[in-house]
């Protein structure tokens, strides 16, 4: 593998991605700007926090086979697998959930499958399991040498990685708020602003667990905490991947008032969360609230497709 391979820039992001500044009334009404920082624009395959993520796990791996963890609807499969693609190294994706491994392939895994990756099915509790000793290594005998980066790329390199979408934020935003799965961008993201400003946490998922791991991964990239953070876990809409006819209709409305595509998983709860809190009061009058989005919507996709065991 030459090292040219691996040279993301020959990719040509959109870096540092866009701030765009966005007139709406339940903000203005209460004296508080809001901007948006576009890292869905950073590249078509790879956007947002992925990038940014996988970016430094990449370069790490240095051409060899990545294997990786995520669900039936992962985007963090779909990035590295369109990463593999882009720059011709393996790729296998570890997916939770055997039963699938018999089904036709939803319209994410069939991307994840043209693009290359192996698709490994795993039953749950083996899932709950992946960081174990026992199951690693029965994956690394079944694939070989490889790489493993984490479900979600969430590690130290990631976080690390996520400072610098901080320090582009440096400056008139007071918080920065972002949606939050593995806890990987809210993490980096915090560490990299400067001293008075805030890094806003809205989990994605249930279950509280959130701060706990962020502040394990702050340990392990810098050796203790680092920025200013927070969470605020009344937004989840009942856990990953769910939502409610509320939540469309509110990144409907959000769309056509401001033309911007709004991801429904974790943009959408993002957005929602921010236009409750500035009712709330939660933003001083005369504050700048910035929003990161972290993606953008899923293209239609072609029909599914069978699968046939391991790819």
């Known amino acids: ?78 990035a590295t697998a369109a990463a ?7 790729t296998v994706g570890v997916v939770r959930g ?45 694939f070989g040498e490889c790489v493993v980066v984490p479900e979600g790329g969430s590690n130290a390199l990631a976080v690390r990685g996520c400072t610098e979408l901080g320090r582009e934020l440096r400056g008139p935003a007071g918080t920065v708020a972002v949606a939050c799965g593995t806890g990987g961008t809210l993490a980096g993201l915090a560490a990299g602003l400067g001293p008075e400003q805030h890094a806003l946490g809205i989990p994605v998922l249930r279950g509280g667990f959130l701060g706990e791991t962020v502040r394990a991964l702050q340990e392990e990239a810098f ?34 008032r401001h033309g911007l595509p709004v991801e429904r998983l974790y943009v959408a709860k993002l957005l929602y969360a921010l236009t409750v809190l500035a009712g709330e009061g939660a933003f001083a009058p005369g504050s700048t609230v910035t929003a990161v989005v972290t993606g953008r919507p899923d293209a239609p996709q072609g029909p599914q497709v069978v699968p046939s065991g391991s790819r």
Do not use: Q
């Not at 593999?84 to 393996?90: A, D, E, Q, T, V």
């Not at 018999?102 to 319209?107: E, V």
């Open 223 to 256: 050796g203790g905490p680092a920025g200013r953070w927070s969470l605020d876990e009344r937004f989840h809409f009942g856990g990953y991947a769910r939502t409610t006819a509320g939540l469309h209709a509110f990144a409907d409305d959000f769309e056509d």
């Open 98 to 142: 055997d039963e699938l491994a018999h089904r036709p392939l939803n319209p994410s895994l069939a991307r994840c499958a043209a693009d290359g990756m192996r698709l490994h099915f795993v039953d749950r509790s083996t899932y709950r399991a992946k960081t174990s000793p026992e199951v690693l290594d029965g994956l690394l005998s079944l």
């Open 84 to 90: 593999g693609r882009l720059l011709g190294f393996p």
């Open 1 to 78: 593998m030459h090292d040219e391979a691996l040279d993301l820039s020959r990719l040509r992001p959109a870096l540092p991605s866009p701030l765009e500044p966005v007139e709406d009334e339940r903000f203005t009404r209460h004296s508080v700007t809001l901007l948006l920082k576009r890292d869905d624009l950073i590249h078509p395959d790879l956007p947002g926090n992925k990038w940014r993520k996988l970016g430094p796990n990449l370069r790490a791996a240095a051409g060899r086979t990545v294997l990786t963890f995520g669900g039936a609807y992962s985007n963090h499969l779909r």
